[in-house]
């Protein structure tokens, strides 16, 4: 990453925190798009993008995957103090269909740079019948999950209306800005890949059902 627009960018931001001017807005907003054209061609994804943004006390400027329709969102918390970067989950009922070893690889990778999943919608239950799940996970894994498998339960009508979640990356003033930006570049990379793999076996899943009709 070009120094020059770490420094703007970091400076762009403590005035954002501290007294924010509105000129600041856009320096944020048209830097950020500096910083999307840096992680799309780092990543060499083969993939197109259109972009927009929105001001409010969140300022979020999303690049939108014109492939799978995700929207991945870089945002600044004037409230909270802090950067983040996140993406919803699309067609997550084919989560049964991702293999181990790039599960394992992708909840590593959360581990290790503390990406957290959150549920939008679930999980599912009774809690006369289960109050157990109840309870705020620390664990990535079960909570995808239990996210997964409850709303799977559902009818399928039901599903087709559940908003499932979402991958976020979070970062306060105590790190650096160079360390931020490494680790969005690492979250992009994996949260594109969780989205398109889905996105894949979906395309998969009408391809094959389109051919039974022949």
Not at 25 to 36: D, L, P, R, S
Not at 51 to 67: G, H, Q, R
Not at 156 to 161: A, I, L, M, Q
């Amino acid at each position: 990453m070009n120094e020059q627009i770490l420094a703007d960018y970091c400076d762009c931001i403590n005035r954002l925190w501290k007294s924010p001017e509105p000129s600041d807005y856009e320096i944020f907003v048209n830097i950020t798009y500096k910083i999307w054209d840096n992680l799309i061609k780092s990543s060499k994804i083969k993939d197109d993008f259109s972009f927009y943004w929105s001001p409010s006390a969140v300022i979020c400027v999303t690049a939108k995957s014109n492939k799978t329709d995700c929207h991945y969102m870089i945002g600044l918390d004037l409230f909270k103090k802090e950067l983040y970067f996140d993406v919803s989950i699309r067609n997550w009922e084919n989560i049964r269909n991702l293999k181990d070893e790039f599960m394992t690889q992708f909840f590593d990778v959360c581990t290790q740079n503390d990406f957290r999943f959150s549920p939008d919608s679930g999980p599912f239950y009774e809690k006369e019948i289960t109050p157990e799940f109840n309870a705020n996970y620390k664990s990535n894994i079960i909570n995808i999950m239990h996210n997964y498998v409850s709303g799977m339960l559902l009818s399928k009508k039901e599903r087709e209306n559940i908003s499932f979640g979402s991958f976020a990356a979070v970062w306060d003033s105590s790190k650096d800005m160079e360390t931020i930006l490494n680790e969005l570049q690492v979250a992009f990379k994996w949260f594109y890949k969780f989205n398109y793999n889905l996105w894949k076996a979906e395309s998969i899943r009408i391809q094959n059902r389109d051919n039974r009709k022949k």
